[in-house]
């Protein structure tokens, strides 16, 4: 039952790059247990199962990340600038240069980049 409310939560998790997907329903929760490639996927994969009605009460989940590295890999979309990006996952705009230093590899200004390269985001 709880996995048919949540299938739609379960599929993201491949689109996150979830691997050792364990998914049981148990004591009237639904228990999800596996590991993402960085943890940006993690967070994005915890802000999805935020969007369902009631998930405290439904929702049991183990996920863990595997490269500890860098924060993760974000791919750029229409409208954004590394200010944008450092604000919606560093938390401050001011940490752009520490996105473009990460990137110099693919990045020569931090006012010019393109829809669909994929930046590397730093620990912070």
């Not at 863990?64 to 791919?75: M, Q, R, S």
């Not at 919606?88 to 393109?114: C, Q």
């Amino acid at each position: 039952m709880l996995k048919e409310k949540y299938a739609e939560l379960l599929k993201y998790g491949n689109t996150v790059g979830m691997k050792d997907i364990e998914v049981w329903e148990e004591g009237g929760k639904l228990h999800i247990k596996g590991t993402t490639p960085y943890n940006l996927d993690k967070k994005l994969f915890w802000d999805k199962i935020k969007t369902f009605g009631n998930w405290e009460k439904e929702i049991a989940a183990n996920i863990n990340f595997k490269n500890k590295d860098i924060l993760g890999v974000y791919t750029v979309q229409p409208g954004d600038s590394l200010s944008k990006i450092a604000k919606a996952h560093l938390g401050d705009t001011k940490k752009y240069m520490e996105i473009f230093n990460l990137n110099t590899d693919v990045l020569r200004d931090p006012d010019k980049i393109s829809v669909g390269q994929k930046l590397k985001l730093p620990n912070v």
